[in-house]
């Protein structure tokens, strides 16, 4: 099973300003994230994003947030742990389109009535990565597991304070059914042959 474009969203989940500075390997972590939002914006993937307790935590390390803003994505402030549980799913999936309402139609016989409208089908997999991993990017990846995402974690754009907590929670996420990946399987899984038209300027983005 290889990564679709057409079927993914990216989440970038809190590369804080006062965090970062005490992530293990927080440079690599960070040029990944940088490299993940470009890549999802130059092949049209949908770039969400979260940011723990701003108010103490900062935004996002401006490297970051300038990615996430040129691919148009949102960052979600939360105060959970769980991106899920402060509203990231209402994000994810699309909103259900209501039937038309009108006093006519509910009188007309079911046969000559319009059917209602079926929800929209959403783009299903998610590419995930952030901090800390043990923490934040863990339950956020859970939560979205439970929703029944296919959860995909970007190995090389996460981490933790210390690599036994960090390693700790790829243990567990992939025992619980996520997928482990690196920045460099997402791009050349998205973009899946040399003929894509932007296969050039992903490959210049991991190079």
């Not at 474009?5 to 990216?10: E, G, P, T």
């Not at 899920?84 to 139609?105: E, F, I």
């Amino acid at each position: 099973m290889l990564l679709d474009a057409y079927d993914s969203q990216l989440v970038l989940v809190d590369y804080q300003t006062r965090l970062m500075p005490v992530i293990f390997e927080n440079e690599l972590v960070i040029a990944n994230a940088v490299r993940l939002a470009r890549m999802a914006q130059a092949l049209q993937v949908p770039v969400w994003a979260s940011a723990q307790n701003p108010d103490k935590l900062g935004p996002n390390v401006p490297a970051v947030q300038a990615a996430i803003e040129a691919a148009g994505g949102k960052t979600l402030a939360k105060m959970h742990f769980s991106a899920a549980a402060d509203g990231l799913v209402d994000w994810l999936r699309p909103p259900v389109r209501k039937a038309p309402q009108g006093g006519n139609a509910r009188s007309l016989p079911k046969h000559l009535q319009k059917p209602a409208a079926e929800p929209e089908e959403g783009r299903s997999t998610i590419v995930i990565a952030g901090c800390e991993a043990h923490v934040c990017l863990m339950q956020t990846a859970l939560d979205l597991l439970e929703e029944e995402f296919e959860v995909w974690v970007v190995t090389d754009a996460c981490s933790s304070r210390s690599e036994r907590n960090r390693d700790a929670a790829f243990d567990r996420l992939a025992g619980n059914g996520a997928e482990l990946v690196t920045t460099e399987m997402v791009a050349f899984e998205w973009l899946r042959t040399a003929e894509h038209p932007v296969f050039k300027e992903v490959q210049g983005m991991v190079k």
